[in-house]
């Protein structure tokens, strides 16, 4: 096993640690925070693969967080499907609809790319806030979570599992050569082309399983909060999916995962402290944006490339 591997085996392993802890031993308020936290996680981490490693800026990317919840609870409260038989005709309804979006807003150039994923967004966030057999402007509100669930410590762990396993899945495919096709892509798209390769499928490939992912974590929202509501389609998010690339990093791994517990906190916890949380976040981006332009632990970062030096001189 390769020693950077090794390296990310061991940060990843006292992160999950961490969180389990947190989410098992500190109360039950703070095990829903730190729900939070991994939800959001896996939404910024989803992201990364098109915005990071892709270049594919989405500003729809709510739209597939928001559906992946409302499906899943629609399915259990309208025909009184088995949840796990819900969960996983979710996940099939999802890359059919996503794939077919994908091809969509994908047919033309990156700035049409960006401007009717938006689009589509704008739209489900209405429609579904009009759609009284959605539940309008309420939402539906339905406790989908088995009784085995009731505990908050055991919902938490089986949240836990399932991001753990998405974003290990993430890595690996971070790792392998389709998503260093799609760096070249990002990077000059022209060669790859000149190569033979069929970018606009490799797009659409990597914007399907992205926006799926997205959708698993809409569905872990909704076991979370007990029912699918219309604050999940807000177009809104989408622009804190990029918020938690831009803090951590884009195209770096552990770039969202730092970004999403930040942006999570400050959502989920600072408003308990003080009313101009937004301000904060507002400041704080300004500040990232300005004298750490790559993300906070970027390969570009100054402050990793200070870490590294001192590993280099602590090794001597």
């Not at 989803?46 to 399915?75: D, E, K, P, R």
């Not at 396993?165 to 096709?181: D, E, R």
């Not at 000149?194 to 992205?210: A, D, K, M």
Request: hydrophobic content about 50%; charged content about 10%.
């Amino acid at each position: 096993m390769e020693k950077s591997v090794r390296k990310d085996l061991s940060i990843g392993a006292v992160i999950v640690l961490l969180y389990l802890i947190a989410g098992t031993c500190l109360g039950e308020k703070m095990s829903m925070t730190m729900t939070y936290v991994l939800v959001f996680t896996l939404f910024g981490e989803s992201f990364n693969l098109q915005f990071g490693y892709a270049g594919m800026t989405s500003l729809g990317h709510s739209m597939n967080f928001g559906l992946g919840g409302y499906i899943l609870v629609a399915l259990c409260q309208k025909t009184g499907m088995n949840v796990w038989i819900a969960c996983i005709l979710t996940i099939i309804i999802c890359i059919v609809l996503y794939y077919v979006c994908g091809m969509v807003c994908l047919k033309n150039n990156m700035m049409t790319f960006t401007f009717l994923s938006m689009g589509l967004a704008l739209s489900a966030s209405t429609m579904f806030s009009k759609w009284l057999f959605m539940g309008g402007t309420v939402g539906l509100n339905q406790k989908i979570a088995p009784d085995w669930m009731n505990d908050y410590r055991v919902k938490f762990i089986f949240i836990l599992v399932v991001v753990v396993v998405c974003i290990v899945g993430i890595y690996l495919l971070a790792k392998s050569p389709f998503v260093t096709m799609l760096k070249g892509g990002r990077e000059n798209e022209e060669r790859l082309i000149f190569l033979g390769v069929n970018t606009n499928q490799l797009h659409t490939v990597v914007y399907t399983i992205s926006t799926v992912l997205a959708a698993v974590a809409g569905m872990l929202f909704a076991f979370r909060n007990g029912g699918a509501y219309t604050a999940s389609l807000d177009p809104s998010l989408s622009f804190e999916a990029i918020i938690m690339c831009i803090i951590g990093g884009r195209g770096n791994f552990f770039g969202p995962i730092l970004g999403g517990f930040i942006v999570a906190l400050v959502y989920n916890w600072l408003p308990g402290v003080t009313n101009y949380y937004q301000g904060v976040l507002g400041i704080f981006i300004l500040l990232i944006v300005y004298f750490l332009r790559e993300g906070l632990i970027s390969d570009a970062s100054p402050l990793m490339k200070l870490f590294r030096r001192k590993n280099a001189a602590g090794g001597r």
